[in-house]
C-alpha cells in the first residue's frame, strides 16, 4: 500500500467513525454481511482453530469465533484507531489472553505472521489498492478455511465506488475505494488449492467461504 493511501486510510477509519462501529457492534452484535461470513466458517467447525483476521477493526470476527470455539486470534489492522478500540474491546470481553493484534499493512509484514486455520478478510478487498498482493499473501496463510466480504463487481457498485472516490477527492483524501473483479480474486485462491464452499450476495456485497481441496 502506497504512503498516501495508507495515510488517507488513518482519516477515514479513525475517530467517530471507530466509535460508531465499535458502538453499533456493542449494541446489534455483527452486521448482516460480517454474520453471514462468521455463520459460514462456525458451520465448517471453528473448535480450536486459530484465526488471522485481516483488517480486522474493531475485532467482531475473532470475538464471535471465539465464543464458537476457536482457541487464538491476530487481528492485523493497519489503522490506529481501530487497533486501540480492538484492544479495549478485548479487554472488555476478558479475550485478552487470546486475542494478539499486530499494527501494519498486511502485504508489508506478512513473511512476520504465523499461518492459521482460518484467515479472513471483510471489506478488505475492495480498500486495497493490488489485490494480486494481498489475496496471494493472504490465502497462503491460510491452513483450512479462507473467508471474505467483497463488493460485487457490478455495474452499480462501480458507480457508487466511482462517485465515494470522487468525494474523496474533492477532500483531498488520498484513500481510494476498489471493485476487484470477483473472476480475479476467484481464481487466486483457487490456484492456492481452494474451493468455493459458500457463497451469498446482498445489493452490493458478496460473502465467500473457501476450503482446502484436501480438507
Not at 58 to 81: D, F, H, P
Not at 109 to 121: C, G, K
Not at 145 to 163: E, H, S
Request: glycine fraction near 12%; proline fraction near 2%; include cysteine.
Amino acid at each position: 500500500m502506497s504512503c498516501c493511501h495508507c495515510q488517507g486510510a488513518q482519516r477515514v477509519f479513525s475517530g467517530r467513525y471507530v466509535a460508531r462501529d465499535l458502538k453499533r457492534y456493542r449494541r446489534k452484535g455483527p452486521g448482516k454481511t460480517t454474520k453471514m461470513l462468521i455463520d459460514a466458517l462456525a458451520a465448517e467447525g471453528a473448535e480450536g482453530a486459530t484465526l488471522l483476521d485481516i483488517g480486522g477493526g474493531v475485532g467482531v470476527i475473532g470475538y464471535e469465533l471465539l465464543s464458537a470455539g476457536a482457541g487464538r486470534t491476530t487481528n492485523v489492522e493497519a489503522a490506529k484507531g481501530y487497533i486501540e478500540a480492538a484492544r479495549e474491546e478485548a479487554t472488555r470481553l476478558g479475550l485478552a489472553d487470546r486475542v494478539t493484534i499486530r499494527e501494519g499493512d498486511f502485504v508489508e509484514i506478512a513473511d512476520e505472521l504465523e499461518s492459521a486455520d482460518i484467515v479472513t478478510l471483510d471489506r478488505v478487498i475492495c480498500c486495497y489498492p493490488d489485490v494480486g498482493a494481498l489475496v496471494g499473501l493472504s490465502v497462503g496463510k491460510a491452513g483450512r478455511l479462507y473467508g471474505a466480504v467483497y463488493p460485487r463487481d457490478t455495474w452499480w457498485t462501480k458507480l457508487g465506488n466511482r462517485v465515494l472516490n470522487l468525494t474523496l477527492w474533492i477532500t483531498r483524501n488520498p484513500f481510494r475505494v476498489f471493485t476487484h473483479p470477483t473472476r480475479e480474486v476467484d481464481s487466486l485462491i483457487r490456484r492456492a488449492g481452494f474451493r468455493q464452499r459458500f457463497h451469498r450476495t446482498t445489493f452490493t456485497w458478496q460473502v465467500v467461504v473457501y476450503g482446502r481441496d484436501s480438507v
